[in-house]
């Protein structure tokens, strides 16, 4: 099952229970801000996560999962991957 727009595995991730998120999938904005780029860029081109687009992996994702504070050196990338095999 997809979790994310992103790859993230929200069952993984500690601000679920901290802050309730439901999950990107789940919600028009992220409790971070106002808005998350690779959500809108998904949902815009109409699809599930970021690894069903002929652009995979762009640059903006690449930027989210390489990101010195956030990211997490490629794993979203690997789990976007996993979801195209099933």
């Known amino acids: 099952m997809v979790e994310s727009r992103c790859g993230i595995l929200c069952s993984e991730c500690s601000y679920q229970k901290q802050v309730g998120c439901k999950g990107c999938v789940n919600i028009e904005k992220p409790f971070w801000g106002e808005g998350c780029p690779v959500k809108s860029c998904v949902e815009a081109r109409e699809h599930e996560h970021c690894g069903q687009c002929e652009d995979f992996p762009c640059g903006l994702l ?23 095999r099933k």
């Open 62 to 84: 690449k930027q989210f999962a390489y990101d010195e504070k956030q990211g997490d050196n490629g794993k979203r990338i690997e789990q976007c991957k996993c979801w195209m």
